[in-house]
């Protein structure tokens, strides 16, 4: 029986588009052939981000930053701040700011996954990052990614999630689409998984049913004999993850400030000469090459690879934290206490921070 026999609610509808461009059609056909050689996916795990929703925008829900969090409670952390700084510097009355920090104080107590201040409804929200694999490798970045050139270790990071829209109803395009109605059923089923993790994950399917992929993101990984460990976070283009790579093999350890009394760094954490030398040998070699994906230094094997994010939804929008998603820490005061006047009162139990 059709449940829904006049119009399909947005959370269920998957609208595909044909696109006639000649970038579009690139696009897809880079896509098509990167699904047939890489047909497998491997799931990592939950990443936890923040979303709000304003007045007049409902369905859609907005990104307000990286999903690159493996925790709820730093999500939450995340928007207690966010909310504090919006009291602190953009609240245009007392009205307001003393909604702004309701809110806080709430953060500050309770481990809620959603707040609404000011009008607008904010969310912890939580997606499920996987990457696809094919002839035991995975899979790198497409052609058709975007991209960049250039080595400056300090250049600043552009971000494709940040202001991202989540519209499950939005139109995509063929391959997108293809890609959603087969993640449909994704759920936890490895017996690696605990039982609570794998009930929470099929219930899932039916509380919330829908899928938006959220632009990928690019990672370096170091490849074992039969897995792969990350060693980066994540990148919003490859060059970025490249960047970090070089980063990673040629500033192992961060500069500190050569003052009087420093201690000296402990032998555990000292570089050993001869590998800082062979390393930096191999970043010269890596920066020499144009958007490579692949570096063997000393035996190990780095890749970089493509990162894909799936977000379930429902009737009210994105999926909010699951009760088997584990927090090593609870809620608590961050910032100093600010009053409906913006007077802010340092010495509390927290740390003044701003």
Do not use: C
Not at 97 to 109: C, F, H, K, P, Q
Not at 298 to 316: A, S, Y
């Amino acid at each position: 029986m059709d449940d829904h026999p006049a119009k399909s609610p947005d959370h269920l509808t998957i609208r595909v588009t044909r696109r006639d461009d000649p970038v579009s059609e690139v696009t897809e056909a880079d896509a098509f052939a990167s699904v047939r050689k890489y047909p497998n996916i491997v799931v990592r795990g939950p990443l936890f981000g923040l979303a709000e929703q304003r007045r007049g925008e409902r369905p859609r829900w907005r990104l307000l930053g990286e999903l690159d969090t493996g925790f709820p409670q730093m999500a939450r952390d995340e928007l207690n701040s966010y909310l504090w700084n919006k009291a602190k510097d953009e609240a245009e009355d007392r009205a307001e700011r003393r909604s702004l920090l309701d809110a806080v104080t709430l953060l500050e107590t309770k481990p809620v996954n959603e707040v609404t201040a000011a009008g607008v409804r904010y969310r912890v929200v939580r997606a499920d990052e996987f990457a696809r694999i094919g002839g035991g490798r995975l899979e790198p970045p497409r052609a058709t990614d975007p991209d960049e050139d250039g080595w400056d270790l300090d250049a600043p990071e552009t971000s494709r999630t940040k202001g991202f829209v989540v519209d499950h109803a939005a139109a995509v395009g063929l391959t997108e689409g293809m890609d959603r109605v087969g993640l449909l059923h994704l759920s936890y089923t490895a017996s690696r998984f605990p039982d609570d993790v794998r009930a929470d994950s099929q219930r899932a399917l039916t509380t919330h049913p829908g899928v938006v992929l959220l632009p990928p993101t690019f990672r370096v990984v170091e490849r074992n004999e039969q897995s792969w460990s990350m060693v980066t976070g994540q990148h919003a283009t490859p060059q970025g993850a490249r960047r970090a790579l070089v980063d990673h093999l040629t500033r192992p350890m961060p500069e500190l400030p050569d003052l009087p009394g420093m201690p000296e760094l402990p032998e555990w954490m000292k570089v050993d000469e001869k590998e800082a030398a062979v390393n930096e040998r191999a970043a010269k070699k890596f920066t020499a090459r144009r958007r490579p994906n692949e570096l063997v230094v000393r035996g190990k094997r780095f890749d970089v690879v493509r990162v894909e994010r799936v977000m379930r939804i429902g009737p009210d929008g994105p999926e909010t934290p699951r009760p088997s998603d584990t927090d090593d820490y609870g809620p608590s005061q961050i910032h100093p206490r600010m009053d409906e006047h913006g007077t802010i009162t340092y010495g509390s139990s927290a740390e003044a921070s701003s």
